[in-house]
């Protein structure tokens, strides 16, 4: 039964709105009725009792703002009369928290069918990287991409010349501009697509980025250090790249970053430097030839049986609302509370996010170290924001805001739910690898795209991608799962979502049944059958840029 409003911890003194609440509207709370001052939208939050000015706003248990003004009995939060606040936190005062495992006696025995590894790693996937080590390189990886994706039959976009050509005929037949924007476009089609020849291999990637020389050493050798994550990633079987050869990151730093990740590592790899072979022609050619015999090597990989355990799930949220604390975000918390409990990784990252919650997150690491690690790493980066004229208080977007996210802190207190109630076992900074089962914070920026990249360049096999808005993002080699907070997204765009926890806000699902719903679609996907994102090609990848250009 769908209820009008939330409270989601018994500490808190604001609730949600589940549905629209014109003004007068009566609500059932606790024994009793509160009358809504003003209409307040669904997904933003009212005061039942009202607040004082300067009283704290306590959500999911914590402080999430103050209110700059009084707030009247029924009356909504806005942007305007509440304002960004947190409680401090000490990393000294770490206490470790018990932790009760939920019970996965019914999922000890599944497998996936995954790509095994020699480094004992387990794929979702088997992708081909072609990567430029330096922007200048961009051009040839748009030049290699014309000359292999279609002839091997991996184009997969929609073409919409057909469209285009509809209007040029209507304004050759003299067609008015009302009447061409007025006009009925024929459907688009599909691109025709050749059969593949390496029928194992799920695809080759083309990354490009705007990287390797320019700003400081620092920059590329952090950049070397994500390629690395992706060229040794169990999704990748193996890669080409490319390097003018002159440039800040040199392919002997790729070589050092990847024997850190794999001091065994044995993928085919193809490194060509332009400057060295000369001109275009001979430089495409040769990784031409060298792809391709790379992608006959790829193929004889086959999909075998592999346990949970080696699933390693990055936890990623994007176009946030605010059903998403409530609905998606704490059913993927479930996910990741089984998976770690069956012997798996998550990572939960985006530390702007986790701005207000880090006493909690200081509490649930396995040791003092461990602890230690979050908070220097969170108040560094903190410090840089506020150097450069900014702070995590400025992190929720307008789209945010709009749908209710109105403090960095109501934000981040929601999103770390993603994240379960499990130890955090290991503290990384980006890009370094996930090694240690469990629950690992990876310190990303907040920014979707920049922080699912990292998620990838440090293990995750697949992402559960959280949106309340809608968002496309996907990821080049791990499969990005969209999970809608609300049903009136998934109604409104199923070509982008995959699963909804609208059941949890309308009713009809617990947040634990969700969660069981979301693992069991995960084995699919880490088995092979397709996101939305990949259907569309969504290969978004985009590396954190922490330095200063010289």
Wanted: net charge negative; with cysteine; aromatic share 6%.
């Amino acid at each position: 039964m769908k209820h009008q409003v939330a409270r989601i911890h018994p500490a808190d003194n604001v609730l949600v709105a589940l549905v629209d609440l014109p003004i007068g509207t009566e609500v059932p709370w606790e024994n009793g009725f509160i009358t809504t001052a003003e209409a307040i939208p669904a997904k933003h939050k009212l005061a039942p009792l009202g607040l004082s000015a300067g009283q704290p706003v306590t959500m999911y248990g914590v402080l999430v703002g103050t209110a700059r003004e009084a707030i009247r009995p029924g009356g909504r939060l806005t942007t305007a009369n509440i304002q960004h606040a947190t409680n401090s936190y000490d990393e000294h005062a770490h206490q470790r928290a018990a932790w009760t495992a939920p019970d996965v006696t019914a999922w000890q025995d599944r497998t996936f069918q995954g790509y095994h590894r020699a480094d004992g790693r387990v794929g979702t996937a088997n992708y081909w990287l072609v990567i430029p080590l330096v922007f200048c390189e961009n051009r040839n990886i748009q030049v290699l991409q014309d000359a292999l994706i279609t002839d091997l039959g991996y184009a997969r976009r929609k073409t919409y010349q057909p469209e285009t050509r509809k209007l040029v005929e209507l304004m050759q037949a003299g067609k008015t501009v009302e009447e061409i924007l007025s006009a009925d476009l024929e459907a688009s089609a599909d691109l025709a697509q050749n059969a593949r020849p390496f029928p194992n291999v799920d695809g080759i990637r083309f990354l490009s980025h705007e990287g390797g020389c320019g700003g400081i050493r620092q920059d590329a050798q952090t950049l070397c250090g994500l390629l690395a994550g992706y060229i040794t990633h169990p999704n990748v079987a193996g890669a080409t790249v490319l390097s003018l050869g002159c440039q800040n990151a040199q392919a002997s730093m790729l070589q050092d970053e990847i024997a850190k990740r794999d001091p065994n590592f044995s993928k085919p790899l193809y490194i060509l430097d332009q400057q060295k072979l000369g001109t275009e022609e001979t430089l495409i050619s040769t990784a031409l030839r060298q792809t391709f015999a790379g992608l006959m090597i790829a193929n004889q990989a086959r999909r075998e049986p592999a346990p949970l355990k080696a699933l390693n799930i990055g936890l990623e949220c994007g176009g946030s609302d605010g059903f998403s604390g409530i609905s998606a975000n704490p059913a993927l918390g479930h996910v990741s509370d089984m998976l770690v409990a069956l012997g798996g990784s998550v990572i939960l990252a985006e530390f702007p996010e986790l701005c207000g919650v880090e006493q909690e997150l200081v509490d649930r690491s396995v040791n003092q170290e461990t602890a230690e690690r979050f908070s220097s790493l969170m108040k560094a980066y903190g410090d840089s924001a506020v150097a450069v004229g900014s702070g995590f208080d400025m992190n929720p977007s307008p789209g945010n805001i709009r749908d209710g996210l109105i403090t960095d802190a109501m934000k981040s207190a929601g999103a770390a739910r993603k994240g379960g109630s499990s130890p955090v076992v290991a503290v990384l900074d980006y890009p370094e690898l996930v090694t240690k089962p469990g629950l690992n914070l990876l310190c990303t920026p907040g920014n979707d795209v920049e922080s699912t990249t990292a998620e990838v360049g440090s293990g995750a096999n697949i992402v559960l991608f959280t949106t309340g808005l809608g968002t496309p993002t996907g990821n080049p080699i791990a499969p990005v799962i969209k999970v809608s907070s609300n049903t009136a997204l998934a109604r409104r765009m199923p070509d982008i979502i995959d699963v909804n926890t609208g059941t949890v806000i309308d009713g009809e699902e617990t947040i634990e049944q969700a969660g069981e719903r979301i693992l069991d679609y995960v084995i699919r996907v880490a088995s092979g059958e397709e996101v939305a994102a990949v259907r569309h090609d969504q290969t978004d990848f985009i590396p954190w840029k922490r330095g200063v250009s010289l």
